[in-house]
């Protein structure tokens, strides 16, 4: 189906202001571009999967040169921010949008349910940290990991969230301090001893400039929480179920450690977790301890290849001047 056909439609169906907001987001998401290896820095690729239509079309490459699974091409930075400002919980996380527009507060059953993730990370926390840590949960959502920290005496907290919603729904019930923005828009307080980033690298279009902005306003001896999938977690399941067109980075262990090197973070604690997920705490190294740069790992590419089982299909991108 042609755009203007849509376009059509889309005016047809729903009033013109929405009709107007919607066509603008689809003209963002379908412009796309390459990006280098977020690991790397390469610019050689090999296909690994294709699916879908228009902007939710997905190309996931690996880097030939490290073995980085990323998507390729992807949306920019902007296309993702209209993407969770606008989109993301109305139909991403229908069943929570609702509770989100009606402004009711957590029952305590709900923010304390051992299946919720926010159990899940404080229970991994909580020995990192302080009743005086400041602490700053990017792209917080809803705010459950804030609203479990504020119920156990730590008060020092801010959450950053692209969804205007969420942040009024926090500030509101539970007077947390939420920004309305992104990890790079964003304008913090000063330093943090914990930035915690759960379910948000994969989503940024640039993860290597994502890590290097969180370890700015991070202190000498702070922490970072991470979670992330694992990519080679599904070996039971379907291996192609994690790929999803908001995703631009499928770590597996190996090339998540060489992207922490490369921007200057080493592993304090790997958690025992779901098996598709990684959870992680990480710090800085010193910059009289840093490691040479990772620029190459070919056993990780290999071991990619045999895992998806991927014809060769070689796509190599040139680094446009």
Request: charged content about 30%.
């Amino acid at each position: 189906m042609r755009p203007e056909t849509i376009f059509k439609i889309i005016k047809s169906a729903v009033e013109p202001r929405t009709a107007l907001k919607i066509i603008k987001t689809v003209l963002v998401y379908s412009k796309r571009r390459y990006f280098p290896c977020s690991v790397c820095g390469g610019f050689a690729f090999e296909k690994i999967f294709e699916s879908g239509v228009f902007y939710t079309k997905k190309t996931v490459c690996v880097c030939k040169k490290c073995g980085t699974v990323c998507l390729n091409p992807r949306m920019d930075e902007r296309g993702y921010t209209d993407y969770y400002q606008n989109w993301y919980h109305r139909f991403s996380q229908r069943e929570s949008w609702d509770r989100l527009k009606s402004m009711d507060p957590y029952t305590n059953d709900e923010v304390r349910d051992p299946n919720c993730y926010a159990v899940k990370v404080f229970n991994n926390l909580k020995d990192y940290l302080s009743k005086d840590s400041k602490i700053i949960d990017i792209g917080c959502g809803a705010g459950e990991l804030l609203i479990l920290l504020k119920e156990n005496g730590l008060n020092n907290l801010t959450g950053v969230e692209p969804s205007k919603e969420c942040c009024d729904r926090l500030r509101s019930h539970y007077d947390i301090n939420c920004i309305d923005g992104t990890l790079l828009t964003a304008t913090y307080s000063g330093e943090y001893d914990c930035v915690i980033l759960h379910a948000v690298l994969e989503h940024l279009a640039d993860p290597r400039k994502a890590l290097e902005k969180a370890k700015s306003v991070l202190k000498p001896d702070g922490i970072i929480y991470l979670t992330v999938p694992d990519l080679f977690g599904y070996e039971y399941e379907d291996k192609f179920s994690l790929f999803w067109f908001a995703h631009t980075f499928y770590p597996s262990r190996k090339s998540l450690k060489m992207l922490l090197n490369n921007t200057g973070f080493k592993i304090e604690c790997y958690f025992q977790g779901d098996k598709c997920e990684q959870h992680l705490i990480v710090k800085k190294i010193p910059r009289n301890q840093q490691l040479p740069l990772v620029t190459e790992n070919l056993k990780e590419y290999k071991k990619v290849i045999e895992y998806f089982l991927i014809k060769k299909r070689s796509m190599v991108y040139r680094k446009r001047s």
